[in-house]
């Protein structure tokens, strides 16, 4: 257990944090709203929310990794404001692109394969490969098993070298 509290000041920490992980957070909130309109502002928000959290002594296995979890729990709070103000659908109803788009058949079929697994293996493999975090730092975010990680992150992937293959032949 990483206590996130530290012996008489939690700023260094929270500070380091920032330093490392605001861009990170940033391409997250982006990709996940399809725009960086919102973006800074649910960075502060989740920060925010860190900090509070480290008055109360809130201890985790990866600091990362609850940054993440708190930027997930922030991310779907703002798609409920928004949807109840714009009638917004979410994220996950929503095909984002944030790169260009590929003529090649085999991105074509990858986002397909990606589009129809369940919401959870989605956004393990947006933590793990978008956003770089480890096993552990997802499992923190997603406040899940750790094997649990591993097995739904290995099934997306299988879903996705099948198809791959499948297209191959």
């Known amino acids: 257990m990483l206590s996130l509290v ?3 000041d939690s700023s260094p920490l929270l500070e380091r944090l920032f330093t ?3 861009s ?4 997250y909130f982006t990709r996940r709203h399809g725009g960086p309109e919102a973006a800074d502002d649910l960075v ?3 920060f925010l929310q860190m900090a509070r959290s480290l008055e109360h002594g809130r201890q985790a296995t990866s600091a990362r990794g609850y940054l993440f979890g708190i930027a997930r729990r922030v991310s779907q709070a703002f798609w409920t404001s928004k949807r109840e103000a714009d009638k917004v659908v979410p994220f996950d109803a929503v095909e984002h692109d944030v790169t260009a788009p590929s003529t090649d058949d085999r991105v074509h079929a990858a986002r397909e394969t990606i589009a129809a697994l369940d919401p959870m293996q989605r956004e393990i493999l947006d ?3 978008a956003q770089g975090l480890a096993y552990a730092d997802i499992a923190e975010a997603l406040d899940i098993p750790l094997g649990t990680v591993r097995s739904r992150l290995h099934h997306a992937v299988a879903a996705v070298r099948a198809r791959l293959d499948a297209d191959q032949l």
Do not use: G, I, Y
């Open 6 to 8: 530290q012996p008489q």
């Open 20 to 22: 490392e992980s605001a």
């Open 24 to 27: 990170d957070l940033a391409r």
């Open 44 to 46: 502060q928000e989740t």
């Open 127 to 129: 933590l793990r490969f």
